[in-house]
């Protein structure tokens, strides 16, 4: 038989099945492909908060979502084109997403009358039409898996768990991706288990056969390779680009890398991944609760050591206190928040960027903190390093504000040129820096750099700068316990101007036609979204200006300029108006709000639909109907 | 090295007004720790002092050395990432009742169990002494302070039992007033590799005053004091009421009077592997009279130190990977090339 082959620009692909069918590592393993043969990508992992929730319910669903073109995308994409469901719950929890006309792949051997009453369904939706109007697919994936491992020496219930590398096989085929790559993977994998890899390879090789032999596929799609500027290009997490950024950063400083942390998800990845890189002179710290993983990391640079710690907001929470500490001690610290899903434990593994007031303001006492929030997985990289820039320089603790989205979602890097990358000097102190009238000498610990605010970072060892520092209220200079009224004044303004005074790049503002009356203004995760839906109101005809905030505290200096060149603002948060507020309070202006939190990245054309109304009804406005 | 570095109590003296209340036990303690601290040999810039918050935690503003006064109960955490990243350092907390046990309880239970190369001075005085005279986590039970006016309900710490409980390694209890014990309890602890415990009883005179009287005052403390020596029997009293200390068939250890006790009493062994001989005598004194008190070292045993466990994963990491190349970790394995 000979199939057609259809050319397509873009495809969303959605996995889902139980948390235990392997869906995050089928999705993983597509997504290497995919990069690996040169398309641009996006990904969305979503996964319960449970380890093993319950098999075979609603809850218990685990998803990845996988965008990928020809052409430069911006978000794991709005809709799947296809969904691949595992069992009854995976469609019934997925199939609402799927446009109508879209492609649904389903383990057919799932869908027995006890599973689909388990999820409450009163008919098989595979035969009472519920999916008509989709092109679906009905594959018999476990039985077809288990009778193509006959012959191995393995359990049943391991050649069932390798179905997931069969539907794997079959979409590898569907969109000619290239295979060597997952063949190596499973054989590293399994290297302890050579016969479970074999099985494992004979699936996915079974699954790529049945798409080509199978009358029921008869069309597949190519999806041609993105163009991308020259280099060499790897996939990678947020979370994984935010520990290499931390670690790019202990090399450009020359500073040993201590991380004080306490296991908290969406964050814990960095954890794991920093504590392999020893040879990088990473000490990582896996304290007794949060408090300790941030206090361990501020010992640390008080050291001369750059410390680190990593949470979520719940982990912020109890860190509050020491990252007041920080402030008043002017030590250089990087506070990674990875947001989730709150208040309190809310949803682990969902995404939100509701701690941004948390940072701004979290703490007893007027405690300024810089705030820096990358707005991709890979700019992770890029921010943890100005985190770094900005803690070191000023002698500051700093926020990272990344999120759950960022953390797990993935993206093609341009891997950089070591030799491009900033450096950053941290300037100990090396001998006394005040000079008495009498020509006798001393080390203030609190006399600033004129330029920067920033104190000296005298680090213990050095002979000379002995000095006693704390949380109590410091006289201006010496640094010695003070409680007089003009000094505390004094203190606190200082700190404050210090913050206001760090040096930021001016905010860039999107505006192809440069005509746009309308602003979108994001900060950190939305920006995919926001960018993608700013294009599709372009493709429109229509003309939408985007501004987004890498840093939150300071704002760029040319923010209000900005914003005032803007008959109308809108800024689209995962919260309930965190940035919304910090805007009118700061610049008197009247930005419109667009808010969700429901634990997922914004849709692009949503968000578009929203920008075209307030296009629409403020031009309405204008003519004064 | 001492010699060479010739360094005097002076040395370790700021210029800083010390804002103890008169006749606080803090002060004969700096001035122990100032005296004893040019025994060290260490240059003032290799050492340390981190503290917590307490009257007792304004302590690192009076040595001149480098010091932190961080916030309260954080001390052995703060400490430990100070350690851990600078093993080269001399790293001191200075701690209170409170600050160590109540509000801290937790950091200082795990930096005992880590054995990170932390001197621990905790100063006890059995009261709440900045914020004014509440109980505190080592009061006698049914204690009256502004905050139980109808007595205290809960029952105390003994920090020795309890840091004894964690896994320390180095446990040991002495007296404000007694300054050539002190001296000799903090050379021991210096010498100790890893984490320290020193509970130091401390006189609050202000909220707390008398409450270690039985063990200072020179007419009846013989009675009330076992001093605890490596090698020696364990033996108290006055000149003519002599008692020892003895292990019965079930195990406890008993009081008895010495010519009864004979060749039967315990010989100290501070360097006992296991630690069930040093919390017998961590039990013996009643909590509420604190009779009789042993004081010295409890427990003193090797164990491999936090900090230099973590340098040596460090340094296998290097030997094993060659030291850490950045442009190769950012490429990693998977990548491909658009030219
Ligand atoms: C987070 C926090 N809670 C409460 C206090 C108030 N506080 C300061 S010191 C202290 C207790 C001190 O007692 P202790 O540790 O025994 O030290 P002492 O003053 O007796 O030396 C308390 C409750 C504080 N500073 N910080
Ligand atoms: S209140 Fe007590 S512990 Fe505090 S300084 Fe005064 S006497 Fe010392
Ligand atoms: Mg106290």
Not at chain 1, 132 to 139: A, E, L, T
Not at chain 1, 178 to 192: N, R
Not at chain 1, 331 to 353: A, F, H, N, Y
Not at chain 2, 260 to 280: M, N, R, T, Y
């Amino acid at each position: 038989m000979t199939k057609q082959v259809e050319k397509v620009d873009r495809v969303i692909i959605r996995f889902a099945g139980d948390s235990g069918d392997g869906m995050q590592l089928t999705g993983d393993r597509f997504t290497s492909e995919t990069a690996a043969f040169g398309n641009d990508l996006s990904t969305l992992p979503d996964f319960p908060a449970e380890i093993r929730a319950p098999a075979g319910t609603l809850p218990g669903v685990s998803a990845f979502q996988l965008h990928f073109a020809d052409h430069d995308i911006l978000t794991p994409g709005d809709a799947p084109d296809v969904l691949v469901a595992m069992n009854p719950a995976a469609l019934k929890a997925n199939l609402k997403d799927v446009p109508r006309g879209g492609t649904v792949i389903v383990n057919t051997d799932e869908f027995t009358p006890r599973a689909l009453t388990k999820v409450g369904y009163a008919a098989d939706p595979l035969e009472d039409g519920s999916l008509d109007g989709y092109k679906v697919h009905r594959v018999a994936l476990t039985t077809q898996t288990v009778k193509v491992l006959e012959g191995f020496d393995i359990s049943r219930k391991d050649a069932e768990r390798a179905k997931n590398m069969y539907s794997l096989g079959l979409l590898s085929w569907l969109y000619h991706r290239p295979t060597e790559a997952t063949v190596t993977f499973l054989e590293k994998k399994f290297a302890k288990k050579p016969t479970i890899a074999a099985a494992n390879v004979a699936a996915f090789r079974a699954g790529w056969n049945y798409g080509e032999t199978t009358e029921d596929f008869v069309v597949s799609y190519e999806i041609a390779p993105a163009p991308m500027p020259q280099g060499t290009y790897r996939n990678i997490h947020g979370n994984l680009a935010l520990a290499y950024g931390l670690i790019a950063a202990g090399h450009q400083s020359g500073l040993p890398l201590f991380l004080g942390a306490y296991p908290i998800t969406p964050a814990s990845d960095i954890l794991h991944e920093l504590s392999k890189h020893k040879n990088h002179g990473v000490r990582t710290f896996q304290a007794e609760d949060e408090i300790a993983g941030i206090g361990a990391a501020l010992g640390a640079s008080f050291g001369g050591a750059l410390g680190v710690t990593t949470t979520s907001g719940p982990g912020i929470a109890l860190k509050g206190e020491t990252i007041g500490l920080a402030v008043s001690l002017e030590l250089p610290l990087v506070i990674c928040d990875i947001q989730r899903g709150g208040p309190s434990t809310g949803l682990p593994t969902k995404t939100e960027q509701s701690d941004l007031l948390l940072a701004m303001f979290g703490r007893n006492g007027e405690a300024p903190v810089p705030i820096v929030a990358p707005r991709s997985p890979a700019d992770c990289f890029d921010a943890a390093l100005e985190a770094v820039r900005i803690a070191v320089t000023y002698r500051t603790p700093v926020f990272l504000l990344s999120d759950g989205y960022l953390a797990n979602g993935s993206e093609p890097w341009h891997i950089p040129d070591v030799a491009d990358l900033p450096e950053i000097a941290p300037n100990f102190a090396a001998g006394p820096n005040k000079v008495h009238e009498d020509g006798s000498e001393e080390f203030w610990p609190f006399l600033r750099d004129p330029e920067t605010l920033a104190r000296p970072w005298a680090i213990p060892g050095t002979a000379g700068l002995e000095h006693r520092i704390g949380g109590i209220e410091k006289q201006d200079g010496t640094g010695n316990i003070s409680y007089d009224p003009a000094n505390h004044d004094l203190m606190v303004r200082t700190r404050a101007a210090k913050v206001a005074g760090i040096a930021i790049p001016d905010l860039e503002v999107d505006d192809p036609s440069g005509e746009a009356k309308i602003l979108v203004l994001g900060w950190g995760s939305t920006y995919g979204p926001i960018q993608a839906a700013c294009r599709q109101v372009r493709r429109g005809g229509q003309q939408v200006a985007h501004a987004h905030l890498r840093h939150l505290n300071p704002f760029p200096a040319n923010l209000g300029r900005i914003l005032k060149e803007y008959d109308r603002v809108l800024i689209p948060e995962m919260n309930l108006g965190q940035l919304s507020m910090l805007i009118r309070a700061r610049y008197l202006v009247d930005a419109v709000g667009y808010n969700q939190v429901r634990g997922l990245p914004f849709k692009a054309a949503e968000l578009a639909e929203v920008i075209k109304n307030l296009i629409e009804s403020d031009a309405v406005a204008k003519v004064g109907v | 090295m001492p010699e060479l570095l010739k360094l005097t109590t002076k040395d370790f003296k700021t210029d800083q007004e010390v804002r103890w209340c008169p006749g606080c036990g803090d002060y004969a303690i700096l001035a122990a720790v100032q005296g004893f601290m040019p025994s060290l040999g260490i240059a003032r810039e290799d050492i340390v002092f981190v503290s917590g918050i307490g009257c007792s935690s304004r302590f690192p503003y009076y040595m001149n050395t480098y010091g932190l006064h961080s916030i309260h109960g954080r001390a052995p955490a703060i400490a430990t990432g100070l350690a851990a990243s600078r093993p080269d350092l001399s790293v001191w907390v200075v701690t209170g009742d409170g600050d160590a046990l109540s509000i801290g309880g937790n950091h200082l239970i795990h930096a005992l169990r880590r054995n990170v190369n932390l001197k621990i001075l905790l100063f006890n005085n059995r009261i709440y002494g900045l914020t004014k005279g509440q109980y505190s986590p080592t009061s006698e039970l049914g204690k009256i302070t502004k905050s139980t006016p109808y007595g205290s309900l809960d029952a105390p710490f003994n920090p020795v039992s309890l840091a004894l409980g964690a896994e320390a390694t180095f446990v040991a209890r002495t007296i404000d007033s007694d300054r050539k014990h002190l001296t000799s309890v903090l050379q021991a602890a210096a010498e100790h590799q890893g984490t320290a415990l020193i509970e130091i009883y401390q006189n609050c005179n202000i909220f707390n005053d008398g409450a270690f009287e039985n063990l200072k005052d020179n007419s009846v403390r013989d009675r009330h004091l076992i001093r605890l020596e490596h090698g020696q029997p364990i033996a108290f009293g006055a000149e003519d009421e002599r008692y020892g200390i003895v292990r019965m068939p079930d195990a406890t250890l008993k009081v008895v009077p010495l010519e009864q006790a004979g060749d039967s009493v315990l010989i100290h062994d501070a360097h006992a592997p296991e630690p069930d001989l040093a919390f017998a005598l961590s039990r013996l004194p009643d909590p509420a009279t604190l009779s009789p008190t042993p004081i010295g070292v409890f427990r003193d045993v090797t164990r491999p130190t936090y900090d230099q466990l973590m340098a040596d994963q460090l340094d296998d990491a290097a030997r094993k990977l060659g030291s850490g190349k950045l442009a190769e970790l950012l490429t990693g394995s998977d990548t491909w090339t658009i030219s």
